[in-house]
DNA sequence: TTTTTATTTAGATAATTATCTAAATACAGT
DNA sequence: ACTGTATTTAGATAATTATCTAAATAAAAA
């Protein structure tokens, strides 16, 4: 979970999380987003694999990306148990809402 | 929502936080738990304070620290939002079940 | 087989940050 | 007023890390 916790402190990381949501990505559309190398982006998409929370798929040249949904769901559930155990209830209830 | 994430990245802080999540402490018990000098928890102290995760109180000579619960509701809901749409009702459905 | 495209790795640099010691502040007790 | 206790601030240092350029790898296209 370190490693986690870790990956996410990153602000270009979570940008990068946050669009792979919506769609997955190979690393050269995932460096057209940002104003970096893409050096440094395989820099952060390295840090990402290492903690799970992306998977890597080799197509032909290209290499694909994705969300490891699972690992965001232990995640949520760990900072849930280690913060929130008193909101938990009140967090679950307002979320639903949209 | 940017400095949330930089004081939980480290893990000197999040223990912190942990503990404070069972009861409030006094910045000299806060540092009696680590080993590391009394002003490197004091910049610890102070970073969660701007990240509005906890709250000093002034009494006598000490100061005693307590989570800002309001700000872990926040935070939860947030990544939850930016993260966890697809997951939402799975991980509020494990979590209640602790 | 040479060239082009996609991506990563290596090595260097600059910025950030966790930590330390020493000094400053503030307040209580004597 | 002095002494001791609690905490923070200042300034320095060392470790980490985000970033860069250049080189390496791999695979397709020519």
Redesign the interface.
């Known amino acids: 979970m370190?490693d986690v916790?870790?990956a996410?402190?990153d602000?270009t990381r979570?940008e990068i999380?946050?669009r792979l949501?919506k769609q997955d990505m190979t690393a050269g559309e995932i460096v057209a987003c940002f104003s970096v190398s893409g050096a440094t982006i395989s820099h952060h998409l390295k840090i990402l694999r290492e903690a799970d929370l992306i998977l890597a798929q080799k197509e032909k040249q290209t290499i694909t990306y994705r969300l490891n949904?699972t690992v965001?769901?232990d995640f949520?559930?760990h900072?849930?148990?280690?913060?929130?155990?008193?909101?938990?209830?009140?967090?679950?209830h307002?979320?639903?809402q949209?």
Chains 1, 2 share one sequence.
Do not use: C, H, S
């Not at 900072?79 to 679950?92: D, L, M, R, T, W």
């Open positions: 370190k916790w870790n996410l402190a602000p979570r999380l946050t949501q949904t965001f769901q949520l559930k900072i849930a148990e280690v913060f929130g155990n008193a909101q938990k209830e009140e967090i679950y307002e979320a639903e949209n």
